[in-house]
């Protein structure tokens, strides 16, 4: 069985969807990050980063980093079609979006959220915090211009990119998606609604 430590509405929300599409058992290990609880000893064997999520796979090992876990998820379970198949063009266009996601978008919301972590003084952290609101939004811009007809990336299929964009852009603000991002808020708000999905969505946001 899968261990999946995180924390609600956190970064480890990704990887229980994608758990729940693949049809995968899993117990969720709650780390409260509000509290500090990522900066024990324990979990810092887990995850040296300190951060959530990790995920204990069936045979003991853990892995971090959310981009990768989805993938992995994918891979292991082909038959739930969550990611183009490996070498495909659509697949490299899959993953370079993954990619874009958690070091463009995930990196600029935590500067948003930490700017203090990101420089030496505490005066210039203000101004990086602005940036990154800047910087953010015009990730989704770029992301809502490469979308066709949707309702998802590559229209039907369900991938683990699409997990992964309905989770970041639930941390923007709602009418800002709306207004700006119509195609990116399509694909969130159908998200929502698929089975697997809508119980995910109430434990976290409700
Ligand atoms: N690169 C990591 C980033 C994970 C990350 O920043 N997680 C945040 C929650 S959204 C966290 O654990 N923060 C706790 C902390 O930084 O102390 C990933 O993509 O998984």
Excluded at 66 to 73: N, P, R, S, T, V
Excluded at 133 to 154: A, S
Aim: hydrophobic share 35%; charged share 25%; glycine share 6%.
């Amino acid at each position: 069985m899968y261990r999946l430590y995180g924390w609600k509405t956190t970064g480890s929300l990704a990887s229980e969807a994608a758990l729940e599409e693949a049809g995968e058992k899993y117990e969720v290990i709650p780390i409260n990050i509000r509290e500090g609880e990522q900066n024990t000893d324990e979990y810092g064997l887990i995850n040296p980063t300190r951060q959530v999520p990790s995920l204990q796979l069936p045979d003991g090992s853990v892995m971090t980093e959310g981009a990768a876990i989805l993938l992995h998820i994918a891979d292991s379970h082909p038959e739930s079609k969550l990611a183009p198949l490996p070498g495909t063009s659509e697949r490299a266009q899959h993953d370079r979006w993954l990619f874009f996601f958690a070091v463009n978008v995930y990196e600029g919301e935590l500067r948003k959220i930490i700017p203090q972590n990101y420089v030496d003084s505490e005066a210039c952290a203000e101004a990086v915090k602005t940036a990154a609101y800047r910087y953010v939004e015009n990730q989704y811009r770029i992301f809502e211009g490469y979308l066709k007809d949707g309702p998802y990336t590559f229209g039907d299929p369900f991938t683990v990119l699409d997990i992964y964009v309905w989770m970041l852009a639930q941390w923007m603000p709602p009418e800002w998606l709306e207004e700006e991002c119509p195609k990116i808020n399509r694909l969130v708000e159908t998200a929502k609604l698929r089975p697997k999905i809508a119980p995910v969505q109430k434990r976290h946001f409700d």
